[in-house]
């Protein structure tokens, strides 16, 4: 069993429709077994690990999408860097003869 209850909060204080009022529901949990500063203290811990993990993770993916990107120029290199074709000369009439040039 948990001692926690759930809190719909809107902000009723800005100069809003009553239809963007409704849409603006949070949902907070609230340990009714902790006092007020508690609670407020484990939610901004929360919300600042959240932020911290967040930040981790768009570093990450940065890195990983450069890595990816050099990757891919690697491989573009690499196939441009292949057997060439060369232009093919032209055969003279005395060559289908067996006669060669000296």
Do not use: C
Not at 8 to 14: A, F, I, Q, V, Y
Not at 19 to 47: F, G, I
């Amino acid at each position: 069993e948990r001692n926690s209850i759930t809190l719909l909060l809107s902000n009723t204080l800005d100069d809003a429709g009553e239809e963007e009022m409704t849409s603006k529901v949070q949902q907070v949990e609230v340990d009714l077994s902790l006092s007020a500063h508690a609670n407020a203290a484990q939610h901004y811990s929360a919300r600042k690990k959240n932020a911290v993990k967040q930040q981790k993770t768009l570093d990450s993916t940065s890195k990983v999408i450069k890595a990816a990107e050099k990757k891919a120029e690697k491989q573009a290199a690499k196939v441009g860097a292949g057997p060439r074709i060369t232009q093919i000369r032209k055969t003279r009439w005395f060559e289908k003869f067996n006669w060669f040039v000296s």
